[in-house]
T-cell receptor
Framework: RKEVEQDPGPFNVPEGATVAFNCTYSNSASQSFFWYRQDCRKEPKLLMSVYSSGNEDGRFTAQLNRASQYISLLIRDSKLSDSATYLCVVNNNYDMRFGAGTRLTVKP | GAVVSQHPSWVICKSGTSVKIECRSLDFQATTMFWYRQFPKQSLMLMATSNEGSKATYEQGVEKDKFLINHASLTLSTLTVTSAHPEDSSFYIC????????????FGPGTRLTVL
């Protein structure tokens, strides 16, 4: 079993749609969680951290369920510029493990 | 925000040559830097953890004699791919953690290596 698993997609959605990505992790000792965005041939960039209480940043909402070892990312009102690969990242004392990423394409 | 640079951004070399990639934290000190490799359509895979002034810790399956890592200062780590072969062609990305900060890793822009 992979340490971090994501649905690779691709997710093809129209502008304005709401889309949700899920991620599961296997290491119950993991301490912190992140969503990164990676554009084609570029480095990953931090989108948001994920907290147990859930957190929201504009159109993006992230949630963590430690009991189920599950992380989610919700994107509302999708924009064309949201097209990218979204990486779920699980961290245990600087040991970061990346999911394979979920590819999102937002179409006009 | 914190800035990490990598040089070169891309390199093409012949099989058998060695390639050095530099990773620098420009506006903060990084006691720990990480080297990742990413093959097309795959996620980042951690190769090694580099701590300033000590030997790097390599992930299982990564040859330490092939991928030489030097973390000589708090702002510079280098990865040398020795005797590169076509299968080493990949996107190499470094990241750094600020000495006095959270566990957020700041990524360099990556180096695309193509070995002919």
């Amino acid at each position: 079993r992979k340490e971090v698993e994501q649905d690779p997609g691709p997710f093809n959605v129209p502008e304005g749609a709401t889309v949700a990505f899920n991620c599961t992790y296997s290491n119950s000792a993991s301490q912190s969680f992140f969503w990164y965005r990676q554009d084609c041939r570029k480095e990953p960039k931090l989108l948001m951290s994920v907290y147990s209480s859930g957190n929201e940043d504009g159109r993006f909402t992230a949630q963590l369920n430690r009991a189920s070892q599950y992380i989610s990312l919700l994107i509302r009102d999708s924009k064309l510029s949201d097209s990218a690969t979204y990486l779920c990242v699980v961290n245990n004392n600087y040991d970061m493990r990346f999911g394979a990423g979920t590819r999102l394409t937002v179409k006009p | 925000g914190a800035v990490v640079s990598q040089h070169p951004s891309w390199v093409i070399c012949k099989s058998g040559t060695s390639v050095k990639i530099e990773c620098r934290s420009l506006d903060f000190q990084a006691t720990t830097m990480f080297w990742y490799r990413q093959f097309p359509k795959q996620s980042l895979m951690l190769m090694a953890t580099s701590n300033e002034g000590s030997k790097a810790t390599y992930e299982q399956g990564v040859e330490k004699d092939k991928f030489l890592i030097n973390h000589a200062s708090l702002t510079l780590s280098t990865l040398t791919v020795t005797s590169a072969h076509p299968e080493d062609s990949s996107f190499y990305i470094c990241s750094a953690v600020s000495s006095g900060g959270t566990d957020t890793q700041y990524f360099g822009p990556g180096t695309r290596l193509t070995v002919l």
